[in-house]
């Protein structure tokens, strides 16, 4: 899970609540269905937020993952 | 999901800033937002306030917000105007009682409207008051 190949990696970081979740949003309306979007958070807020909206919006999380000092947020784009 | 109304009447950088996460993040969620800038609230988005930086803070927090350089409120609302379903409105009063016009205002606004309009507006909406 954790190397699923994304269609398309976002780097976020630095940025705070809500601009990683704002930037992976607007990649979710730019891409196709069934795209895989990872966004890139140094926030730990919207490591936790990111999940909880994208199962609201009703798409796949694939997973969180922490690297070195920031989280990758994996989503798929379902609808 | 329906629709939610926030009444911006506080000019303080803190509260203006919570309230924008919140209307921006519900946006993006199939809700309606409706926001209505007046009193310092509407202040808070002059042209002049917003360049020099130079809106009200409740303390420490608003002033270490500014000089984080982190973005502010005015961003968070246009990517929700970008990305969510959310519209903001300016209030006719203030502007016609400081004899403002639309243009002294950063450009956010979709319209400038009154108390009537507004009310209209959010007749089946949750209001917050902030």
């Not at chain 2, 519900?26 to 988005?45: P, Q, R």
Request: with cysteine; net charge negative.
């Amino acid at each position: 899970m954790e190397d699923v190949k994304a269609d398309r990696v976002i780097d976020a970081r630095g940025s705070y609540c809500p601009g990683p979740l704002m930037e992976l949003i607007k990649a979710i309306k730019e891409e196709d269905v069934g795209k895989v979007i990872e966004v890139w958070s140094s926030d730990e807020s919207s490591a936790k937020d990111i999940p909880e909206w994208v199962k609201k919006a009703g798409h796949e999380l694939i997973g969180v993952f922490e690297a070195d000092g920031y989280w990758r947020i994996v989503v798929k784009k379902t609808k | 999901m329906g629709k939610l109304a926030i009444v911006l009447a506080s000019g303080e950088l803190e509260k203006i800033q919570a309230a924008s996460i919140i209307a921006s993040v519900a946006s993006t969620l199939g809700t309606e937002v409706i926001v209505f800038a007046t009193m310092d609230g509407l202040m808070a988005f002059k042209k002049d306030v917003v360049e020099n930086k130079a809106w009200k803070t409740a303390g420490e927090l608003g002033k270490g917000m500014i000089e984080s350089g982190a973005p502010l409120f005015i961003d968070t609302f246009r990517q929700a105007k970008e990305v969510g379903n959310l519209k903001m409105y300016a209030c006719g009063m203030i502007m016609d009682m400081l004899k403002l016009k639309i243009d002294d205002f950063v450009d956010i606004f979709d319209d400038v409207v009154g108390v009537s309009a507004f009310l209209g507006m959010v007749e089946d909406a949750q209001v917050l008051f902030i």
